[in-house]
């Protein structure tokens, strides 16, 4: 089976176009991963960049790389139209029997959907919530990004969503829907722990991640000197939510925020980390719930979204009210006592069952069958 991948190119995405070697989402790169190990596949990435960009033409056994420089204002502004013409004239000379667009986030999905081949869309984030928790102004990215997935969702195959959140979401627009969780890269479960009394919260600083009530909230547990909590991910100090959590932890020791982590760097702070902690208000399938499954790190999480499909409460991990301070604090202690329990070890097995590489690429195979018989005469 020859099947086209479109996905976002990071180089693009965070302006490292002089890298000679395209990455990609966590999630993406690990489908890939599992693709790589099944014989019966030939797969053709394709991205669409800015800048034409140094890239290799092959990435694994069967597993191709397509560049596509489109100009400037054939992106967003004009609803993608070049990335969907640049994108259509590649898939027509890869001819493959499917076209797998991963999100609708940015060019993938509607390209995806106009490619005149059989195709499926995976979404990642769901844009419409997403908008809607952020208030998001007319006309701005996200904004733009909601309307671009109502469009492309009914015109599509079928979704492959990685939670059953986002299936209740799509389920009034879509053809059809399937439930696959994301793929965790296999290295994650090679991790070797040594913990230290550091718990980690990994996320963008925003409003709907929900930080600055985290702090707050664990203040208590903070000034006894119990542990140190570290933020991991981008932020900025020009909103009015970053600036704030910028003064919430100049005001406390016991927070740091270290940047942006890139995949190796994670496994090494989940290597030394006592638990992760996400508050968000809003999520899907946060990848780094399943990263730190699969590497043994206690979990506690949100009760929101897709997250109580990836963590079973007081089995596989802990899950609590994001909206009550005293949840909150009670979930880190909780995190904090429990220690290496049976508890990280049966989330660790689960994950392997569930979320390895190559289970979640076989899933995938079958579902391209299903929408393929579907077009046979």
């Not at 990642?124 to 990215?141: C, D, E, L, T, Y």
């Not at 990848?287 to 929101?304: D, I, K």
Request: proline share 6%; glycine share 6%.
């Amino acid at each position: 089976m020859r099947i086209v991948l479109l996905t976002t190119d990071n180089r693009e995405a965070f302006g490292e176009r002089e890298k000679d070697t395209p990455w990609f989402g966590t999630a993406p790169a690990a489908l890939l991963q599992g693709f790589a190990e099944l014989a019966d596949v030939e797969v053709h990435v394709v991205s669409c960049t800015q800048r034409p960009m140094r890239s290799p033409a092959k990435l694994a056994e069967r597993i191709f790389f397509h560049s596509l420089p489109v100009p400037k204002i054939g992106w967003m502004r004009t609803g993608y139209q070049g990335c969907i013409r640049a994108t259509r004239r590649r898939v027509r000379e890869i001819r493959p029997d499917l076209v797998h667009g991963q999100g609708t986030e940015r060019d993938c999905s509607v390209s995806a959907v106009f490619s005149g081949y059989p195709n499926v869309l995976t979404l990642h984030g769901n844009m419409r919530s997403v908008a809607r928790i952020n208030k998001a102004r007319p006309f701005s990215f996200q904004w733009l990004a909601a309307r671009l997935e109502r469009f492309t969702i009914p015109r599509s195959d079928g979704i492959v969503c990685i939670t059953n959140y986002t299936r209740e979401a799509v389920a009034p627009l879509a053809r059809r829907t399937w439930v696959v969780p994301n793929a965790v890269d296999s290295s994650f479960f090679e991790v070797k722990r040594a913990p230290a009394a550091q718990i980690l919260c990994v996320a963008n600083i925003d409003r709907r991640k929900n930080q600055n009530a985290l702090v707050r909230a664990a203040d208590t547990l903070g000034q006894e000197g119990r542990f140190e909590l570290v933020f991991l991910g981008g932020a900025s100090r020009d909103g009015a939510y970053g600036r704030e959590f910028f003064e919430l932890l100049e005001a406390r020791p016991w927070c740091r925020y270290a940047g942006f982590a890139d995949r190796e760097a994670l496994k090494r702070y989940l290597a030394s980390a006592a638990g992760l902690v996400l508050p968000s208000l809003e999520d899907n399938c946060p990848m780094v719930v399943l990263e730190a499954m699969a590497a043994g790190v206690p979990v506690a999480a949100a009760r929101v979204g897709g997250v109580p499909d990836l963590v079973r409460a007081g089995e596989t991990g802990l899950l609590f009210d994001p909206l009550s301070a005293t949840a909150m604090a009670a979930a880190l202690k909780q995190l904090l006592d429990a220690g290496d329990s049976s508890m990280t070890t049966r989330a660790r097995a689960e994950a392997r069952q569930r979320f390895h590489p190559k289970t979640i690429a076989a899933r995938h195979l079958e579902i391209y069958r299903e929408v393929l018989s579907l077009h046979r005469p």
